[in-house]
């Protein structure tokens, strides 16, 4: 137990670390255009050669789920993500953008191991027991929040007392470390070796499939994805909120994304302390609703303090929904594409929340209220999908 404990640990900080990278490389490379000739203009172009790959998790998914030793794999894309991030910061440091748009892509394709690839072998590293897994699901949903609040405080720290480029460099050299300690890991199972699953590991299309097919699946996928919408605009919701009230200008609406990002922190430590119990579909839309009345009140709170306590609460729900999300992954989907549920469920999410950051950039200036309302809708008409899907397809699932 004591050596299960221990590998949870190492689990643990590598993946804080590996998505720390994830999470900070985006922030440096805007750092890095902006320091640059050309800047916000090349900006965007970096951030989504970084971040558009990561719809590939379908067809990368399969590299892990066929292999014989995951762990390796795991550990090549570590170490081929902080190679590209490291070749693309120091190619357009000296004027190469094209280069570093190339390696971006490379190390963009790494990030669905990265994610949800890692995700799919904590089950198989925690052992049997639904509280000992959901326990290990919220530890997990956690290190996605700490990695996203430290990735970028690594890049900006960095940046400030050396430069954005070092920036660079230091999540690179977490990527690394993170390599290191997962060696450190026991073996993870596999497709291949995993008696439970001697089974052939099904196609890409099979797998894509079975997201809609399975009706639980299909309830979570859609029901994260669309949320994702609302959930990823989050920043530029706080600048909605900001402005609809008066709260004041950039700084308090950093203050209120620093409130949800803190809700979530608080969330995710929560379901580690207690574990979710129930069906992991029904948590997901229950989170979901809960996120859209975190939302409504996110939207007419009148002061700024009423307002953070409302974005701190939508965080801590939030958080819940992901492990629940997690939760419903590893229970409903077949151990043979496990891999490739959790990366093309991750790949969706990753999309919807750039898809919320595009539109609700367009909004925010021009009509703050209607962005505001249309995430509460957004989120709300997911909650309603769910449970009409479920009630229609009750005789049947």
Same mark, same amino acid.
């Given at each position: ?282 948590? !997901? +839309?229950?989170?979901? &609703? %809960?996120?859209? $009345?975190?939302?409504? @009140?996110?939207?007419? /709170? *009148?002061?700024?303090? #009423? ?42 999410? !990753? +999309?919807?929340?750039? &898809? %919320?950051?595009? $539109?609700?950039?367009? @909004?925010?200036?021009? /009509? *703050?209220?209607?962005? #505001? ?25």
């Amino acid at each position: 137990m004591d050596r299960q404990k221990r590998a949870i640990g190492a689990y643990a900080v590598t993946a804080t670390l590996v998505r720390s990278a994830d999470a900070g490389a985006v922030v440096g490379f805007v750092l890095l255009a902006a320091s640059s000739p050309d800047g916000s203009a090349v900006a965007g172009l970096l951030a989504a050669a970084l971040t558009a790959p990561h719809l590939a998790g379908p067809f990368v998914a399969p590299l892990l789920d066929r292999s014989t030793r995951p762990r390796v794999v795991l550990a090549g894309s570590f170490l081929l993500y902080a190679a590209m991030v490291a070749v693309a910061s120091l190619a357009f440091s000296h004027g190469g953008t094209a280069l570093s748009v190339i390696a971006l892509v490379i190390a963009g394709s790494c990030g669905p191991l990265i994610t949800g690839g890692l995700s799919s072998r904590l089950a198989g590293l925690v052992g049997e027991g639904q509280m000992r897994q959901r326990r290990a699901q919220g530890m997990d949903a956690l290190t996605y929040g700490v990695a996203a609040a430290f990735g970028p405080l690594l890049i900006a720290v960095t940046g400030a007392a050396v430069s954005p480029l070092a920036g660079v460099l230091a999540v690179c050299g977490a990527a690394v470390v993170a390599t290191i300690l997962l060696v450190t890991l026991p073996p993870m199972t596999s497709t291949s070796t995993d008696g439970a699953a001697a089974a052939e590991p099904v196609s890409i299309w099979r797998s894509a499939a079975l997201l809609f097919t399975n009706g639980p699946l299909r309830r979570v996928t859609v029901c994260t994805s669309v949320t994702a919408v609302a959930v990823g605009a989050v920043p530029i919701l706080a600048v909605a909120s900001s402005a609809v009230h008066g709260f004041g200008g950039p700084s308090a609406a950093a203050l209120l994304a620093s409130a949800f990002g803190v809700g979530t922190l608080v969330g995710s430590a929560t379901v580690i302390a207690r574990p979710l119990r129930g069906s992991p579909e029904r948590m !997901v +839309a229950g989170a979901a &609703a %809960g996120i859209g $009345l975190g939302l409504i @009140l996110c939207t007419i /709170a *009148p002061t700024l303090p #009423l307002a953070a306590a409302a974005y701190a609460a939508t965080g801590a729900v939030s958080a819940v929904q992901f492990a629940s999300s997690l939760a419903a992954r590893v229970e409903y989907s077949p151990p043979e594409a496990r891999a490739q549920v959790f990366m093309t469920m991750a790949g969706l999410k !990753v +999309a919807c929340s750039s &898809a %919320g950051v595009a $539109l609700a950039g367009l @909004l925010v200036a021009p /009509a *703050p209220w209607a962005l #505001l309302l249309g995430a509460v809708l957004v989120v709300g008409g997911a909650a309603g999908a769910t449970a009409l899907d479920r009630f229609v397809a009750a005789p049947s699932s």
